[in-house]
């Protein structure tokens, strides 16, 4: 409930300038038609209402309501409604009733589409009838050139206001799509990426390093015994090495290096550019800084990490043979002790 009311507010507020920009100046362009009519008093204090308090006081009836969106809405038909009804106590004068209806059927368009847009001229339909209901059918040919230069504001300034709403809210739709996109490539406990976005940058990289003969070096780094923390120390305390371990990493490699959540407790990098022998000076120093690491609510707690490196080699003809390389000496780290950086191809380890 709250979020839909958040998102009715902020439609609300979307609306409110537009329109207080809209009938300002359009108030000029019935205001040119009206004049030279012999209209009743009571007319000119319905102009003003309509021109200069109604935009603010729609916009408290929508921010007020228990439902933002739909009172909102319901401003909009009431604004096609008064669009109507002035269209037709002008007698149709043809560059005043056009400017009108058609700037106010483009911000219906603006605001809720081709729905909004057939309510609006129903609405508009329905003030045209109104307004007929009082003063009678009549129509008015005659375009004067006070009219003229009195519809050039509408004609300029409200479709310029429309085109920055609608621009503004493009530039925000497109920020959501990029955040979502985020979303859904990244770990949500680490941040880092994903299993699948990770391994869809393999393949990726590993084409690169095919088609161009370059160097990069993949990273497995599994975090020792770790079911035994999480069994000790409960998830939480888990969950708190995870997240230390991924801010480690991404203080370690550099900003075009790849990291990601393999597994549960397995972590990947992709090292491009990188040979063999930096990247095993590269976790070796990753190692021994997470050696440090003391959680300040269990300082008895101690976590050491198994790290398997490979780096891309010619005859890999696929890129799970390189990851598989890469599995291989981090499985030869684990058995030959943990806490241990292991090179797939000489298998030689360095101890803690």
């Avoid at 969106?69 to 002035?86: C, P, T, V």
């Avoid at 990947?268 to 050696?291: G, H, K, T, W």
């Amino acid at each position: 409930m709250e979020n839909l009311r958040g998102k009715g507010l902020s439609f609300a507020r979307r609306i409110y300038r537009p329109r207080m920009i809209g009938l300002g100046i359009g108030s000029l362009c019935v205001f040119a038609a009206l004049y030279p009519l012999a209209m009743p008093g009571w007319i000119w204090g319905l102009w003003l209402f309509n021109a200069f308090i109604w935009p603010h006081l729609a916009y408290q009836l929508s921010s007020h309501a228990a439902f933002p969106y739909q009172a909102e809405r319901r401003n909009l038909l009431y604004d096609s409604l008064s669009g109507g009804f002035w269209a037709a106590a002008t007698q149709f004068t043809p560059l005043t009733a056009v400017t009108i209806l058609a700037m106010m059927t483009m911000h219906n368009v603006a605001a809720g589409g081709k729905q909004l847009m057939i309510q609006g001229l129903l609405a508009q339909l329905a003030g045209v009838a109104l307004a007929w209901l009082v003063f009678g059918p009549s129509f008015n040919p005659n375009v004067g050139l006070i009219q003229v230069y009195a519809c050039l504001p509408m004609l300029i300034l409200y479709p310029v206001a429309i085109g920055m709403a609608s621009y503004r809210l493009a530039i925000k739709l497109s920020e959501h799509k990029r955040a979502l996109s985020a979303l859904s490539r990244t770990d949500s406990l680490t941040g880092l990426l994903n299993h699948g976005s990770w391994k869809d940058l393999l393949q990726l990289k590993f084409h690169t390093c095919q088609q161009q003969q370059s160097q990069a070096t993949i990273a497995l780094i599994d975090i020792d015994h770790f079911k035994q923390i999480n069994d000790a120390y409960g998830h939480i305390v888990g969950d708190r090495v995870l997240r230390q371990l991924s801010k480690e990493l991404l203080r370690n490699v550099r900003e075009n290096d790849l990291a990601g959540r393999y597994g549960g407790d397995e972590f990947c990098v992709i090292l491009p550019d990188v040979p063999l022998e930096q990247a095993s000076y590269v976790m070796e120093r990753l190692r021994e800084m997470f050696n440090r690491y003391r959680d300040p609510q269990v300082p008895e707690l101690r976590v050491s990490l198994s790290i398997g490196l490979a780096a891309y080699q010619v005859h890999f003809t696929q890129a799970h043979m390189w990851l598989n390389a890469a599995d291989q000496a981090l499985y030869a780290a684990k058995g030959t002790g943990r806490n241990r950086v292991t090179v797939a191809e000489s298998r030689i380890a360095r101890s803690a």
